[in-house]
């Protein structure tokens, strides 16, 4: 699956925005990618994951045991890519504003792929590497199904993305004129 057939099941779902967004790094975007409108259909989700996972298997990681999806975001992707690779998908939620694995124990050693929906800035990547780590896990990379920073972005491990959409994102204090002229609105998960 190529970029523009990941952005086309966007469009189709209504799922790529535009206006001015609050992301969840923080910083502001002319345009949001809605994930939430392409995975409330099921065929469409699969259909990404499947590529995802094949993408995953095509980087020549070796044994997976577990994929991984940073809590709320990335649980269906992580879940449904999972499904693909015939491995258990977990996932690490926030406790007191860190990433913990709450609902589960995995083995030291264990060799995981984290698996999220969007990267921007790489942090949620970033967080769960570190939750992972933390308890003794081998992450062998990170996955997503569309990379926003096209490449730029540094998740600690390396990134299997399904597609590079590169969308302009600004600092707060630094928005082009045009979309300072704009109410910000916040969709995304980070406070969840």
């Known amino acids: 699956m190529k970029t523009e057939d990941v952005l086309d099941i966007f469009r189709s779902c209504g ?8 992301l969840t790094s923080g910083r502001r975007s002319p345009v949001f990618l809605q994930k939430a409108r392409v995975f409330m259909h099921a065929d469409k989700t699969e259909m990404l994951c499947r ?4 993408a995953i298997r095509d980087a020549g990681l070796g044994e997976i045991d577990y994929v991984v999806g940073p809590a709320v975001g990335g649980i269906i992707p992580a879940y449904e890519t999972a499904r693909h690779l015939g491995v258990p998908a977990i996932w690490v939620e926030r406790e007191n504003g860190i990433f ?3 609902r589960f124990e995995i083995e030291k050693g264990a060799r995981v792929v984290i698996v999220e929906d969007i990267v921007t800035t790489g942090l ?18 990170a996955a997503c199904l569309v990379d926003r920073s096209a490449g730029k972005a540094d998740v600690g491990v390396p990134l299997v993305a399904l597609a590079e959409y590169e969308v302009p994102s600004y600092e707060p204090d630094k928005l082009p004129p045009e979309l300072a002229a704009i109410p910000p609105v916040k969709p995304g998960s980070r406070n969840l």
């Open 15 to 22: 799922a790529i925005l535009e206006g001015h967004f609050i």
């Open 51 to 54: 590529a995802l996972a094949q």
């Open 100 to 102: 913990k694995l709450r």
């Open 124 to 141: 949620s990547i970033r967080e769960a590497v570190d939750a992972m780590r933390d308890l003794g896990a081998e992450v062998l990379a």
